[in-house]
């Protein structure tokens, strides 16, 4: 228990040397702590004390020379290598977000957002007004995303597809990984204003701005047309239920008769024994996940069940889950043909 307490120093441990960079300065050659403070512009001793206490953690070690190497776990707080989480590190870790936690007791007590309580806004309009938030929160989700693109690729076939619109779909990684897989395919990104710019800018860095465009808009308005498939990838979970009926919506009138809709998410367990049966990794993530939601979107995990929920009420059907060797799932979803609008709360 008292690990579990103090695990909250860990992170912040963590967070202070992905914030100064240290794994991208030791990443060619160790170095002592002296040496990172100058380059840091830090305290020596109190650099020295915190990366210390990283060595027990596995994400430095020490040579014979007293000086910090980085490990395999450390690697992945580098800037802009493949698996970085810095970004990820940074948002989460970061004055904003932690503040939002600072108000998690409102929540308890009302079930609102923590992070409008705390800053005034929903998260969404903060990065509107904050253009260097925006561009970590992108960031940092582009490096999530990475870690299960390959798995997903792997697992679903996206052959039959001509044109594909990735709905809240960031810089365009996910999109993009599937056009570089798959050459007859067109598709759209479509976010935000403040995220679409990143994507345009990463659709042409890796030359596929024949093949795909960047838009911008609220997908609880509207979503554009033209797709045969629509990509809801770690959307709908940063909602509650009536926005992302919303989202939902929109995306089932854009359809054609024999669209899609993909929607790739966790599936919290269908029952509570189910946490107690595996105490895993993957678990562990989608509780947190689930906590992180409600703090600062309102939204939420949800099993299946809840899923189909969702989907039943505005006149899509699960067609199959497809799981991927990640804990996200693909889940499928086809237009009912038999629904009335007015159906819909």
Same mark, same amino acid.
């Given at each position: 228990?008292?690990?579990?307490?103090?695990?909250?120093?860990?992170?912040?441990?963590?967070?202070?040397?992905?914030?100064?960079?240290?794994?991208?300065?030791?990443?060619?050659?160790?170095?002592?702590?002296?040496?990172?403070?100058?380059? =840091? #512009? =830090?305290?020596?001793?109190?650099?020295?004390?915190?990366?210390?206490?990283?060595?027990?953690?596995?994400? !430095?070690?020490?040579?014979?020379?007293?000086? !910090?190497?980085?490990?395999? $776990?450390?690697?992945?707080?580098?800037?802009?290598?493949?698996?970085?989480?810095?970004?990820?590190?940074?948002?989460?870790?970061?004055?904003?977000?932690?503040?939002?936690?600072?108000?998690?007791?409102?929540?308890?007590?009302?079930? #609102?957002?923590?992070?409008?309580?705390?800053?005034?806004?929903?998260?969404?309009? &903060?990065?509107?007004?904050?253009?260097? &938030?925006?561009?970590? !929160?992108?960031?940092?989700?582009?490096?999530?995303?990475?870690? &299960?693109?390959?798995? *997903?690729?792997?697992?679903?076939?996206?052959?039959?597809?001509?044109?594909?619109?990735?709905?809240? #779909? #960031?810089?365009?990684?996910?999109?993009?990984?599937?056009?570089?897989? &798959?050459?007859?395919?067109?598709?759209?990104?479509?976010?935000?204003?403040?995220?679409?710019?990143?994507?345009?800018?990463?659709?042409?860095?890796?030359? $596929?701005?024949?093949?795909?465009?960047?838009?911008?808009?609220?997908?609880?308005?509207?979503?554009?047309?033209?797709?045969?498939?629509?990509?809801?990838?770690?959307?709908?979970?940063?909602?509650?239920?009536?926005?992302?009926?919303?989202?939902?919506?929109?995306?089932?009138?854009? $359809?054609?008769?024999?669209?899609?809709?993909?929607?790739?998410?966790?599936?919290?367990?269908?029952?509570?024994?189910?946490?107690?049966?595996?105490?895993?990794?993957?678990?562990?993530?989608?509780?947190?996940?689930?906590?992180?939601?409600?703090?600062?979107?309102?939204?939420?995990?949800?099993?299946?069940?809840?899923?189909?929920?969702? !989907?039943?009420?505005?006149?899509?059907?699960?067609?199959?889950? *497809?799981?991927?060797?990640?804990?996200?799932?693909?889940?499928?979803?086809?237009?009912?043909?038999?629904?009335?609008?007015?159906?819909?709360?």
């Amino acid at each position: 228990m008292v690990a579990l307490i103090e695990a909250s120093w860990l992170s912040k441990a963590i967070y202070v040397v992905a914030s100064l960079g240290i794994p991208d300065l030791i990443d060619d050659r160790p170095k002592r702590s002296e040496e990172l403070a100058v380059l =840091t #512009g =830090t305290h020596a001793q109190s650099l020295h004390r915190i990366m210390r206490a990283l060595v027990v953690h596995d994400i !430095f070690t020490v040579d014979q020379l007293d000086r !910090f190497c980085l490990t395999p $776990l450390g690697a992945t707080l580098r800037t802009d290598v493949p698996g970085s989480l810095r970004a990820w590190a940074l948002l989460m870790l970061g004055t904003v977000n932690q503040a939002a936690w600072g108000e998690i007791i409102y929540t308890m007590r009302t079930g #609102g957002s923590a992070f409008q309580r705390r800053h005034g806004v929903d998260l969404w309009q &903060y990065q509107a007004n904050d253009h260097e &938030y925006a561009g970590l !929160f992108a960031a940092a989700m582009a490096s999530f995303t990475a870690t &299960y693109i390959n798995s *997903v690729l792997g697992c679903y076939r996206f052959a039959p597809l001509r044109r594909i619109v990735d709905v809240g #779909g #960031g810089d365009g990684s996910l999109l993009i990984g599937i056009l570089q897989q &798959y050459p007859e395919i067109k598709g759209v990104v479509f976010d935000l204003p403040e995220i679409v710019d990143r994507a345009k800018q990463r659709i042409n860095e890796v030359g $596929l701005s024949n093949r795909c465009d960047a838009a911008c808009g609220d997908a609880l308005v509207e979503v554009p047309s033209g797709g045969d498939a629509y990509i809801l990838s770690r959307v709908l979970h940063d909602w509650d239920d009536e926005s992302a009926r919303r989202i939902l919506t929109n995306c089932r009138n854009a $359809l054609p008769v024999d669209g899609r809709i993909l929607v790739i998410e966790r599936a919290m367990p269908d029952n509570l024994t189910a946490l107690n049966a595996a105490r895993t990794p993957a678990l562990s993530d989608i509780t947190m996940t689930d906590l992180n939601m409600m703090v600062m979107t309102s939204g939420r995990e949800r099993t299946i069940a809840e899923y189909q929920d969702l !989907f039943g009420a505005v006149g899509l059907e699960l067609s199959r889950v *497809v799981p991927t060797d990640t804990a996200m799932n693909v889940i499928e979803l086809r237009a009912l043909s038999r629904w009335a609008p007015e159906e819909c709360d």
